[in-house]
């Protein structure tokens, strides 16, 4: 079962921020929260991974919570380009090799 | 370039005919996956790879079967194809199955089975 709880859709105009939540309230104290999208037509692709700090890289940034049981997707400008299924997933240590479990996702629209 | 490759990308097949969607992998990477998305129930693990010759199951492995005998490549094989296997599959690799490691997906198979 996915661990975390996602906004089924967002929208977004061109240009602008966009936040995507992820709720994931029975985090473990070593699970790490990653962020993948899909693109239409595609696979997945990584976009950021965190622990407790927050996390920049040239994709996105990623806040989370001091209790870590939420945390945020932070694209700074979205582009058309942007628009796809963003997916947010625990990865702990538990069924190790097992554990990239993708819940629904958020559909994030790019209105120009 | 680093990449997963798939092939085909695209099958239109009978039930019962057995075929092989192969993945391969440029990245010298240890950890291969295999997963299925369908309408509604997103993405599914089918079966993993820690490495070579070490294989394991999935959330959804029944009727795949899987091997790992070079550490680049990780083909899915269906034996005698149902139509319930009709989907978009999705091999994966990473370095390892660390929790830092990032998963790089190839394009995807479309898999319509008739």
């Known amino acids: 079962d996915a661990k975390t709880t996602q906004p089924n859709s967002m929208e977004s105009n061109e240009e602008e921020p966009v936040h995507l939540p992820c709720n994931h309230s029975t985090i473990s104290g070593t699970d790490y929260i990653h962020w993948y999208r899909q693109l239409p037509s595609q696979g997945p692709e990584y976009v950021i991974h965190?622990?407790?700090s927050n996390v920049n890289n040239r994709m996105a940034s990623l806040a989370i919570a001091e209790d870590r049981k939420s945390s945020t997707l932070i694209l700074h400008r979205a582009t058309l380009r942007d628009a796809a299924v963003y997916y947010c997933?625990?990865?702990?240590?538990?069924?190790?090799?097992?554990?990239?479990?993708f819940g629904p996702g958020t559909r994030l629209s790019v209105l120009p | 370039e680093a990449q997963v490759t798939q092939n085909p990308r695209y099958l239109i097949t009978v039930t019962g005919k057995k075929l092989t969607v192969t993945c391969s992998q440029n990245?010298?990477?240890?950890?291969m996956s295999w997963y299925r998305q369908d309408p509604g129930l997103g993405l599914r693990q089918i079966y993993y790879?820690?490495?070579?010759?070490?294989?394991d199951k999935g959330d959804v492995p029944e009727g795949y079967k899987v091997s790992r005998k070079e550490k680049r490549n990780f083909p899915l094989i269906l034996e005698s194809p149902s139509p319930n296997q009709t989907s978009l599959y999705f091999c994966a690799s990473s370095f390892s199955a660390g929790l830092t490691d990032t998963q790089y997906f190839g394009p995807g198979t479309r898999l319509t089975v008739l």
């Open positions: 965190g622990l407790t």
């Open positions: 997933i625990l990865r702990d240590r538990d069924n190790y090799g097992q554990n990239f479990v």
């Open positions: 790879s820690m490495n070579v010759e070490v294989t």
């Open positions: 990245m010298n990477h240890e950890y």
